[in-house]
């Protein structure tokens, strides 16, 4: 058992969850019908990358972990999200930049992962990857559409820039399990990712007509559990069945 | 003149010719159709906030995305139903004033809350259940985009249908305090379920031009009988009670007789005193004024990039 294949997994399973938690409370309350359509369906892909990230974890655990044993009865320093993921939505803006930034940096990650030497996260990859590819198309065309639209629009994403610029770090700054995973041909190279999504970002900004802020602090912890305020309440929310009623079968 | 075409409007009806947008008709039954079908549309958007708020507590992954999967389809059924109604010349626009302004209607049932996870469960199998009653024969309404669109939304409601029951099946072998969920459930989607069908025959006064255009086929309360009758074998599987002590089979009609059904609650839900009513509106009025930078912001660059487009081809 490699004890850093199991974070890994797990991290990128808690990354897909949490992110589609956050979209999934658009559902019935979006700006337009088809637009409600298209974040829940997104919300919905991460839920399937989320399942085949922890049952694969679950497997490489054994102890009769399950995918909902995983998801549901982990608490907050356990779970291995970035904290971008896991910020509340904000407006459209902040939702649909959120949405972009990571949607960039997964779509490099999963380029990569899909050649990785462990099968089974490289088969996961490739079959997100078309998922992701889509999730890029729909939140660039939204960020430009908002930095170009109208003058309320475009303050509306300069201030997501600034809710969010602080989180982007973080993406790209490896925990110990990602670089020894790193070292065994099986995570990704996160430094080749961050030129990548640095320069994707920079395309789709000047289209929107915005710029890339100067400022470079990054919060992190997520990858190590050590997370915003706000993961607790996702949690309790989520979790919620599951504890009150320990053991029963939905 | 005018006759004629009523005439000749009535013979295609008869003899089962779908009505087409382009095709002349009665403005009554433009109007009725339009009313009903936006009534529908209304209703499937609506009918995403009771269950919508139980997709971030869906007890386990698969039933989170099966949840999430069903009331994203509900938005789309309100998509075709809008389309639908469209082609009678009436904007989708038009058709959220009158929503929020309260001018239009929307299936009651939504007006109730959902309190626990078993609520999925009776929602499923009662709410839906009842709904592709009434659906299904729509599939052979007289006028062509709206029968095209319910082939379309009876296909998912179907699946709506059984995910319910099977909700409710595994609570029903649980545990004593999910049995008593689910139970609970039951008693109170029942009585709101049954009302559905709308008004009795007798104080239902559309029906009959309905029938006669063929937009209804059967009456509510035909609908509603052959409902009960459904419910009152299928309780059985689940080992549970409908919550009606004069239900019971009648051998001499060949049907379940009922008890007497609350219609002051009936209509008093519809008059806007349920218990969720102003909720659900609010949340839709707050979706669709929040919305509306973004949606001036898209139309803002969509006539950006035409005025682009026409610069260069200059």
């Not at chain 1, 919060?219 to 979790?239: D, F, N, R």
């Not at chain 2, 075409?5 to 109007?31: A, G, H, S, T, V």
């Not at chain 2, 062509?144 to 709506?160: D, I, L, N, Q, T």
């Amino acid at each position: 058992m490699n004890p850093s294949l199991i974070d890994y997994t797990l991290h990128l399973a808690d990354n897909a969850l949490i992110i589609g938690h956050r979209n999934s409370e658009w559902c019935g309350h979006g700006p337009v019908l088809e637009q409600d359509i298209a974040i829940s369906n997104i919300a919905l892909d991460f839920i399937g990358q989320a399942r085949n990230f922890y049952q694969y974890a679950a497997e490489l655990a054994g102890n009769n972990a399950t995918e909902d044993t995983l998801a549901f009865l982990r608490d907050v320093p356990e779970y291995k999200n970035v904290l971008i993921t896991e910020l509340p939505n904000g407006d459209w803006a902040q939702t649909t930049l959120r949405q972009f930034l990571f949607s960039t940096y997964q779509y490099y990650f999963y380029q990569q992962l899909q050649n990785s030497s462990d099968t089974r996260l490289a088969a996961i990859a490739a079959k997100s990857l078309k998922e992701v590819t889509y999730h890029l198309r729909w939140s660039s065309e939204w960020v430009i559409r908002l930095g170009d639209g109208t003058e309320e629009s475009k303050q509306r994403l300069l201030t997501a820039v600034d809710e969010l610029w602080n989180f982007t770090g973080e993406l790209f700054l490896p925990a110990a399990y990602e670089t020894a995973l790193m070292q065994e041909d099986i995570g990704v190279d996160l430094s080749i990712i961050r030129e990548q999504w640095h320069q994707k970002v920079q395309e789709v900004f000047a289209e929107a007509t915005i710029q890339i802020p100067e400022k470079s602090w990054a919060q992190q912890g997520g990858k190590t559990g050590i997370h915003t305020e706000h993961l607790g309440y996702i949690l309790a929310e989520m979790q919620f069945l599951q504890r009150a009623y320990p053991g029963a079968e939905w | 003149m005018e006759k004629n075409l009523e005439q000749l409007f009535q013979e295609k009806i008869d003899k089962e010719i779908r009505i087409e947008p382009k095709d002349w008709m009665p403005e009554k039954y433009r109007q009725t159709l339009i009313r009903q079908i936006s009534q529908h549309a209304h209703s499937e958007i609506v009918g995403m906030l009771p269950e919508g708020n139980w997709i971030t507590r869906a007890p386990n992954l698969r039933r989170k995305a099966i949840l999430l999967a069903k009331v994203q389809d509900e938005a789309g059924h309100g998509l075709y139903l809008y389309s639908a109604a469209e082609t009678l010349g009436i904007s989708r626009d038009e058709m959220y004033e009158q929503l929020h302004s309260g001018k239009a209607k929307y299936s009651s049932i939504f007006n109730y809350p959902t309190l626990s996870w078993a609520d999925m469960g009776a929602i499923g199998w009662l709410v839906d259940g009842a709904a592709i009653m009434n659906q299904v024969p729509l599939c052979r309404t007289s006028y062509g985009p709206y029968a095209r669109a319910m082939v379309r939304v009876c296909k998912e409601e179907s699946f709506h249908q059984r995910q319910g029951f099977e909700i409710l099946l595994t609570l029903s072998r649980g545990n004593e305090a999910q049995r008593r969920m689910a139970q609970d459930a039951i008693n109170r989607w029942w009585w709101p379920s049954i009302m559905m069908f709308g008004p009795k025959d007798d104080e239902s006064p559309n029906t009959i031009q309905s029938m006669k255009w063929k937009i209804k086929r059967f009456t509510n309360d035909e609908l509603r009988q052959k409902f009960v009758d459904i419910c009152a074998e299928q309780i059985k599987i689940l080992n549970l009670t409908i919550p009606d002590p004069d239900l019971k089979w009648n051998e001499e009609r060949g049907h379940y007789d009922f008890g007497a059904i609350n219609w002051d609650e009936f209509w008093q839900v519809i008059a806007g005193n349920g218990p969720c009513n102003k909720q659900r509106l609010d949340a839709r009025k707050k979706a669709w004024e929040d919305g509306k930078w973004v949606r001036d912001a898209a139309s803002a660059y969509a006539a950006k990039r035409v005025a682009r487009k026409e610069v260069k081809v200059a």
